[in-house]
């Protein structure tokens, strides 16, 4: 057996089910292998940005790695901001980065590059190439066992062609993972007391596995029980949210709100979440957003058992018997009048089906999905982790290759989604059920929110010219047909409401273009921290939702 | 002036007038001194790798560097792949890539990378991060005078929102280039021996400045006088051809071509050009081009006096009496019959317009185009330096920048044109006249071939279908007119001749989807070699070709 059928075995054995691939000339051996190996389904993508995205969101789904098939250093570059965007949020994901044969890296040909170096900044844990067949299984299994964590992450396994196409390739079993250790009695003490002392102002800010199901129950129990508040991270990798769960307020995006939200805390515990910090940086404002003079507590980091030290807690709080404080079901009504991005999540929180999948990275146009999905059937967030752009579209084919049974809906600014939209073409060859909603409000709306925020002055009509993307239009509908999947275009709230309500109800992809004005336009931003005090300024449904606790 | 004002003033005096732009947050200064310099023109891209490719086209055109924009290291990871395809062709490009603000790094915010580790391998002569306001324009001078060469190549300058925003920015002159060494007189001396004693088993292999106009006069004079054949490196950064201008034979991509151009020479003359070697490498092939016991001498290296060089040569070898072997005028007439690939090759040398330029990314679908424009009015032909396919479209549309008073043509694979495809908004916003010309084969045509020439045996329904991009069609003209460009599908000869003449005399951009066969189809490429004594059994243009020593 060559080196690439028994890696492909190897893989199969761990489970891995799934390989996103953009193969070229040196991963034709393993694209041969394919074919003996029945458990292995390959998934081809027009561009690398969609196979590693896609791998995100599949493991966020399937809560195990797929693998990726990348063509050398250039096509992990082209892979690079997915796997930044699955680094930040500690998804597991195994790249297969197909290299020259060993004896022709010497030539610097003209695909030669330093793939090792390409691939260390989104996988630091594990980059290795893997110089033998004979130990190229091996190699992977490490790889394979490193990227499933805890804490989880990508990894980067380079196979040069001689290595894959060489005979003596021996499959190997893919270890277990260490057993993670849960917090100690000390911390677990320490926490306690400092919820027992000051609960009202105490808050527990949750992040990744924090934010499933069973998680959320026993940490709502806490909750219950000392008056601590429950935060979720600004961009969780997954939350399981809706009615019948536990309700969790997400830290906005704007570290004016954020600070409003976190003001008063004398106590913040970190539940696999990391400490809160501002996005960006701003002439005179603070980076770190966690009050002066309160204390930060770590109850579970990545590495470690988040449900036995949750465990614990309850146990140690004695909260055991507390009820956890559930979302009741409640939908907006269907959207009536002027159209705007509002609408369109209205229309969304309307609609949505039972165990659907959101993929949110529609920025400034989905300030108001939280709030108007919150009492929603039961449904998964998905969103941008690390603030790369061109995640939704990729992610969503993912996740429902993941859950071929659930609707996937992705939301996407008209920016974001050109960064990686030939995902469309993938999920109509693989006839995904995936809805993709495109605001377009052709701009880089968010960044005409930034100019403001960052103080830069006279910004003249080549600066404007730079966040305005609506010359020409961009008609998705179009972009959508050329890669096979139909598409409607919605200028009125009625016409996005029927053809969500369609796109729901018959499977296979489906694109909707939500043309609507930009969301925060006459919203003067730099002074948004002197209306914070009010609320009276803000618009309406921004206020309410800030009253409400449930903060974009 | 703050930063970013001074940066800007000093790239404008120093005689860069472009920037191909995505920018975020960190780079609103930035994009807010713009306007402060009105010698600086932007132009935005929907993706990084847009910017960064029409980058590399502007400087291939314009013979200096433009400047990106891009954001933090995942802009820049967007950018990476075209950035290689520069780095290959020591083409002169300086990277800003805005970072956070110094103050904000220690956060490790969703955003945060290790910039300067994502641009090492493209930037190996300089990476910078600026730290201080006070310091940054004598970081940017010294960034441009390393990146203008020779041997010229990607700079990247990392520019800190707070050393953007900040005050006390200086504009600084960039330093004169040093002089470059010409070869010396025992060189020039050897070589002129060389082509004396042998001229007629002798080549030179010219690469990037030695296939410009001037210097091919000098150097087919040498190789008329000396009987010294003249080749081109496979993927040319930039090669002046066409009716009165010196015949150039290109290396071929396949290497089982190249052999037989190369075999029996005793001397190999490389004229800033890199010594041949195999694309990729295959099971029980050589990697290294130059036949056995053919001796290998540099006239001219990447970082030297090429013009000089040659002109000592020209001198040594007595040739400055001698006649070039110009190019007769010649074109193919208009194309008929069934529709291939190749008449859309001859319909472009029918009707190719005088100084035209060619950005060639057509892989097997343009293996008849050098043939078919060889005779064709000078023009100027880009290729694919790095292998890093996505090239096309955006360096066509730097091109067009370069010199908007030249008609730019864009030659695609299907495959190839999806990795950047966001390039024809840009040709749309900026009404760059470009004719796209996309070859429709629904395929990795290429790859088939690939899997052939690595003996992948087995290749079963999977691993072919990893190969067919044409489950779904894509539809160019869709895709097109998705994002402003007037697009015309031709499924016969005679739309595309109606077609491509039609965009030859309309300004403005233009895209023509060819839908052709797959060009190699039929030929078992396995078998090459064994082919290559008789020609007997090769396709017939691709047969006469060889013949005519004009190898695609």
Redesign the interface.
């Known amino acids: 057996m060559n080196g690439a059928q028994a890696l492909i075995k190897t893989l199969a054995d761990a489970g891995i089910e799934v390989c996103f691939?953009n193969?070229?000339?040196?991963e034709?051996?393993f694209?041969?292998a394919?074919?003996?190996e029945p458990r292995m389904r390959?998934v081809?993508a027009?561009?690398e940005?969609v196979a590693t995205g896609a791998a995100d969101g599949y493991a966020r789904m399937a809560d195990k790695p797929a693998a990726t098939l990348l063509h050398l250093?250039?096509g992990l570059?082209?892979g690079?901001?997915n796997l930044?965007n699955a680094r930040?949020g500690k998804v597991p994901v195994l790249n297969i980065v197909g290299d020259?044969?060993t004896?022709?890296m010497r030539?610097?040909?003209?695909?030669q590059?330093?793939i090792e170096?390409?691939a260390?900044?989104?996988s630091p844990d594990f980059v290795r190439t893997s110089m033998r067949t004979a130990e190229l299984c091996r190699d992977a299994a490490e790889a394979l066992t490193t990227c499933m964590g805890p804490p989880g992450g990508v990894a980067t396994l380079i196979l040069p062609?001689?290595v894959s196409?060489g005979e003596g390739g021996t499959p190997q079993p893919c270890p277990p993972p260490p057993p993670a250790p849960a917090a100690d009695a000390a911390r677990v003490q320490e926490i306690a007391r400092a919820l027992a002392a000051c609960g009202k102002k105490t808050a527990l800010l949750l992040g990744r596995r924090a934010l499933r199901d069973g998680m959320l129950q026993n940490l709502s129990c806490i909750a219950q029980h000392t008056g601590a508040r429950l935060f979720a991270e600004v961009?969780p990798t997954r939350m399981e949210r809706g009615a019948g769960l536990p309700h969790v307020e997400r830290i906005a995006y704007l570290a004016e709100l954020a600070s409003v939200q976190l003001s008063g805390l004398e106590h913040l515990i970190l539940v696999d979440a990391?400490s809160p910090?501002?996005?960006?940086?701003y002439?005179g404002k603070d980076?770190?957003l966690v009050p002066r003079g309160c204390q930060v507590h770590t109850l579970a980091a990545a590495h470690e058992d988040v449900a036995a030290s949750v465990q614990r807690l309850l146990d140690a709080t004695g909260a055991q018997a507390a009820q956890p404080l559930l979302q009741a079901p409640r939908r907006p009504e269907l959207p009536r009048g002027k159209f705007t991005a509002d609408k369109v999540c209205k229309a969304i929180g309307h609609l949505l089906p039972e165990r659907a999948i959101i993929m949110d990275e529609a920025q400034t146009s989905g300030i108001m999905l939280p709030l108007f999905t919150a009492g929603a059937p039961r449904h998964d967030l998905l969103t941008l982790?690390?603030?790369?752009i061109?995640q939704a579209l990729p992610c969503a084919a993912g996740a429902a290759i993941a859950c071929p049974d659930r609707k996937v809906l992705a939301l996407s600014g008209d920016?974001s989604a050109?960064?990686n939209?030939?995902a469309l073409?993938t999920m109509?060859?693989e006839k995904l059920d995936v809805v993709s909603i495109i605001f377009n409000n052709r701009s880089y709306a968010?960044?005409n929110v930034?100019?403001q925020?960052?103080?830069?002055?006279?910004?003249?009509?080549?600066?404007r010219?730079?966040?305005d993307?609506g010359?020409?239009?961009?008609?998705?509908?179009?972009?959508a047909?050329?890669?096979?999947v139909p598409g409607t275009r919605a200028t009125t709230t009625e016409e996005f409401n029927r053809a969500l309500a369609h796109a729901l109800r018959t499977p296979g992809p489906h694109l909707i273009e939500a043309v609507v004005p930009p969301t925060l336009t006459g919203m003067k931003l730099r002074v948004l921290p002197h209306l914070l005090g009010s609320l009276k300024r803000l618009p309406k449904p921004l206020a309410q939702a800030l009253k409400r606790g449930i903060v974009p």
């Open positions: 691939s193969p070229g000339t040196s034709m051996h694209v041969a394919l074919d003996t390959a081809l027009l561009f940005g250093g250039c570059s082209n690079l901001a930044h930040k020259h044969a004896h022709h030539y610097d040909a003209q695909l590059s330093d170096t390409v260390r900044n989104v062609a001689d196409w961009f990391k910090v501002s996005f960006f940086a002439p980076s770190d982790t690390g603030g790369a061109g920016g050109m960064y939209l030939q073409w109509a060859r968010i960044l930034e100019l925020r960052v103080g830069a002055a006279g910004a003249g009509e080549k600066a010219s730079q966040l993307i010359v020409p239009a961009l008609d998705f509908v179009q972009l047909a050329g890669m096979g």
